[in-house]
């Protein structure tokens, strides 16, 4: 389907290349009418016309449009230097002589990113992407003036992934202020930005970032060669990226991480992954991401790692309860009663004895219910959520229970399953496991024990044979590697994780000279008190 | 692309797969108190068998499996045995897999018919066979520390209650050794360790063959000791003659765990070890002869959905049309299977084509 996608537009882009782009006229008024009438006249769109030169003879106009510049910068570094400034300082003749163009362009501008146009559609990319443009009559080039600047929200608090230890900054929808978060964790020459525009409508700023010399040559490569293949005409969000170049698409699981912190992409970069940013989305996008990677929080490197360690392993425990509960409940009340401590087994009989529905669909219904519930509280404004939650809470728990409708022990599976859902510090590995419950749920229903065995083992087929950007999804688990054991399951203290993990990188794995003592090198015997 | 294991992942294979079966009905119970001797001496033949095996692949590394077949018996007459050993893969896949479901169905599904069940079973094998060896092999190295978990907890529970007696182990040497070697040959070594041929097929996938041999060797003991320790442990537990008797031994002895009357009914751990260990014993058989059918119609593994579903479903088939009954089938597997089917497809095959090898590397030198 996707390759069906990409042959249907890689077909629509050629007919493209073949028209001829329109170039600028020496008639500044032919420009300006091409520029107003391509943009049917919107009202953003500002032209000032103004006329400089001893004698007030030479023509120009800037184009900008309303909103997506910074207004001083234009009042101060343009209108006022041509049409002010310019008179009170005396030009050298030579100067002068090379005509008026290149006088403004190297002797009057006083502005860092300028650029030479020759074609109207560049004119009015740049024109749409905040971008200042300066006409002279008579010239077939125009020049163009970084002048970018707009609304944006500012640096926040992210609202997902929070830590109760460690930086609280958070990306913004404006690419540039991304890359400065980056810049600022890591001054290094070594962190390459590489950018390009996707998306034939939206013409979208997508940035590649990583560490050169740390992450691997191939991975990078693949991620240019899979966002060159990219041909669509919006662009909106990270997550259309997210779609596009993942490995599989029928796979419930992410096989691309993302975050709103710039630390756990630091950190990502530093081990040599890649990370894509998209214009217009706070959500930045890492490669290869793997299983494990998504039981991990930025805050495990933050904490004691004995603490951490723990942490992880708890929430190993919480993917297999959000994943396996109801299940597990449903097989172990349908078929193997006998399994369950006598005792345990009357409490439970007698509570289900009311109860009109197979345990399946008692569990549905409160499953289902849940999940409802949920996306409610997703979308409600916080005003209402209060009253949501009494209701999902005392209303739905309680008084089903008391109405006959469910069991209380299934309240009880339920609630364990919906909290240990929202575990996993990455969002998206909570979806899958979501989906994936009820597919088990259904297989315990049929087959018991052995159905979630038999789901179990599928599942671990499916996982084994997935990849991100080719590097095996299980990994370190399987294939096992012992050195990236230090950064799986487990976290060792710092000093001990001196290499980076295998697979991803494979040029520069050390972190730190073993030979030189550092301050973050393994202390000394005796010391550790 | 070819699809490579590495040292590890094979270990894994081999363990798993020596599990298979073996650790649920019970290795040597036939020679009661002197089973452990039996498997001790199998697990020594089973090395041998395996050095037989590696041979051909030393011979010629990175050559299929069939295609050594054919190199060593010739075009026509290696083609036939291609045809032989593609049976003899299946028929052992359609056995193992009807212990399993008659296993699963009289310990934990009372009333599932069984070809819901073997149909189900069957699915996840045609999956894992769709995906391949290498994402077989992953999942192996995967479930690998749960099965050893759960047999730990098996030994560990049982030796807290205090189970096994020493008594039930004496007296020592009690049959002559003629009787105790009728056990060992052909039962003990055909089952389960000279099924390791099933791995001649694999080892061409290994990462670096010529020095992975010795964790197939390493894979052998560790499963024979393991399968050692649990068998002397049942035995112990259950005394010789309920041991022999037992269809599911493992489970019989565990179901006498009852801890504080909290824990308890621990059945749990060996429906785990049953399932995980008969889904690795399955596929490797079922993965086996695909493999070899995928060489001959010269069949992309991506492109043999088809064969592997068709194959699946003959499987099935075959594993209920096997036998009528299980008392029937129990008795195929202990008396005719191990003699005239293991033997010439573990040893004598092999073993010829072990001196055609040595023929043909003398003609060569000479």
């Known amino acids: 389907m996707k390759k069906l996608f990409r042959l249907f537009t890689k077909k629509e882009n050629s007919e493209q290349a073949e028209e001829r782009p329109t170039l600028i006229d020496q ?503 | 692309m070819k699809e490579s294991i590495t040292r590890y992942q094979f270990l894994s294979l081999v363990i798993l797969f020596e599990f298979g079966s073996s650790i649920i009905v019970g290795l040597g119970f036939e020679a009661k108190q002197n089973a452990w001797i039996v498997i001790l001496l199998s697990m020594i033949g089973g090395v041998l068998l395996y050095w037989l095996f590696t041979r051909f692949v030393t011979a010629y590394p990175d050559t299929p499996f069939p295609q050594v077949l054919q190199k060593l018996a010739g075009p026509y007459l290696g083609y036939i045995l291609i045809w032989m050993y593609i049976a003899y893969f299946l028929y052992i896949a359609a056995r193992v897999l009807r212990d399993f479901t008659m296993l699963t169905a009289q310990t934990i599904l009372h009333e599932t018919p069984l070809l819901a069940v073997s149909l189900l079973f069957m699915f996840v094998v045609c999956f894992a066979c769709y995906l391949g060896i290498e994402v077989i092999a992953r999942t192996s190295e995967l479930f690998l520390p749960f099965a050893l978990l759960m047999g730990g907890l098996f030994l560990m529970f049982v030796f807290i209650m205090d189970l096994p007696k020493v008594h039930h182990l004496q007296p020592f040497f009690n049959q002559d050794i003629g009787e105790i070697l009728s056990f060992v040959f052909p039962t003990g070594i055909t089952f389960p360790f000279g099924e390791l041929i099933v791995f001649a097929i694999i080892f061409p996938h290994l990462e670096h063959p010529l020095k992975s041999f010795r964790y197939g060797v390493m894979g052998i003991l560790i499963s024979g000791t393991i399968l050692l320790i649990i068998s002397v442990t049942i035995l112990m537990v259950l005394g010789p003659a309920i041991a022999m008797r037992s269809v599911v031994p493992l489970l019989d002895t565990i179901s006498l765990v009852n801890l504080q009357g909290f824990i308890q009914r621990m059945d749990p751990i060996v429906i785990i070890i049953m399932v995980i260990t008969g889904f690795f014993k399955i596929t490797i058989f079922f993965y086996a002869a695909i493999a070899m059918l995928q060489y001959l119609f010269r069949l992309p593994r991506t492109q043999s959905k088809g064969l592997i579903g068709f194959m699946g479903i003959l499987v099935v088939i075959l594993s209920i049309l096997i036998s009528p009954n299980f008392v029937e089938h129990i008795k195929e597997g202990l008396d005719i299977v191990p003699l005239y089917v293991h033997v010439p497809f573990q040893m004598i095959i092999p073993s010829i084509l072990f001196v055609l090898l040595l023929i043909k590397n003398r003609k060569n030198t000479a």
């Open chain 1, 27 to 529: 008639d500044l008024p032919q420009n300006l009418t091409f520029i107003k009438n391509s943009l049917g006249e919107s009202t953003d769109l500002v032209i000032r016309k103004f006329k400089i030169g001893e004698k007030r003879t030479v023509k120009m106009a800037l184009v900008y449009t309303d909103g997506l510049v910074n207004e001083s910068t234009v009042h101060e570094s343009l209108l006022e230097t041509l049409m002010s400034d310019v008179r009170q300082t005396q030009l050298s003749k030579q100067a002068l002589d090379k005509g008026m163009y290149y006088t403004v362009r190297d002797h009057v501008l006083t502005i860092g990113e300028l650029d030479e146009l020759e074609t109207l559609d560049d004119v009015l990319l740049h024109v749409l992407s905040g971008d200042t443009i300066l006409f002279l009559e008579g010239e077939t080039k125009a020049l163009c003036v970084s002048t970018r600047g707009w609304q944006d929200r500012g640096v926040e608090e992210p609202s997902t992934q929070a830590v109760v230890r460690g930086p609280k900054d958070g990306f913004t929808e404006t690419l540039r202020t991304n890359t400065a978060l980056l810049r600022r964790k890591i001054k290094d020459p070594n962190l390459w930005i590489t950018t390009q525009a996707i998306g034939t409508k939206t013409k979208t700023d997508v940035a590649v970032v990583y560490m050169n010399g740390i992450a691997n040559d191939k991975i990078v490569k693949e991620v240019h060669k899979r966002l060159n293949q990219i041909n669509i005409d919006s662009l909106l969000d990270s997550g259309y990226v997210e779609e596009l170049i993942q490995d599989e698409t029928y796979t419930p699981f992410p096989t691309v991480y993302n975050s709103e912190r710039p630390d756990s992409i630091a950190a990502g970069l530093l081990e040599g992954r890649v990370a894509i940013i998209v214009d217009g989305s706070p959500f930045v996008l890492l490669v290869p991401a793997l299983f494990m990677q998504f039981f991990q929080s930025p805050e495990d490197y933050y904490q004691r790692s004995d603490f951490a360690t723990l942490v992880r392993i708890i929430r190993f425990i919480a993917f297999f309860l959000a994943l396996l509960t109801p299940s597990a409940y449903i097989a172990l009340t349908t078929y193997h009663q006998e399994m369950i401590p006598t005792s345990l087994l009357i409490n439970l009989s007698s509570q289900r004895e009311g109860v009109p529905f197979p345990a399946l669909v008692e569990a549905l219904i409160m499953e289902v219910t849940f999940e409802i519930l949920r996306e409610a509280g997703v979308r409600l404004p916080k005003a209402v959520g209060s009253a949501i939650s009494i209701v999902g809470a005392l209303v739905l728990g309680q008084a089903a229970v008391e109405a006959g409708l469910v069991s209380s022990a299934m309240i009880i599976v339920v609630s364990l399953t919906a909290i240990s859902s929202f575990v996993s510090p990455s969002f998206d590995f909570a979806i899958s496991i979501r989906m994936l419950r009820f597919l088990f749920m259904v297989l315990a229903a049929t087959f018991g024990l052995f159905g979630i065995l038999l789901g179990l083992i599928v599942l671990a087929l499916h996982l084994a044979s997935l990849r991100s950007f080719g590097v095996p999804y299980l990994s370190p688990l399987a294939p096992y590697i012992t050195s990236d054991q230090k950064d799986t399951i487990l976290r060792f203290p710092r000093w001990g994780l001196f290499t980076r993990q295998r697979l991803i990188n494979q040029k520069n794995i050390d972190r730190e000279d073993m030979h030189k003592p550092t301050a973050t090198s393994r202390p000394p015997k005796g010391d550790s008190s």
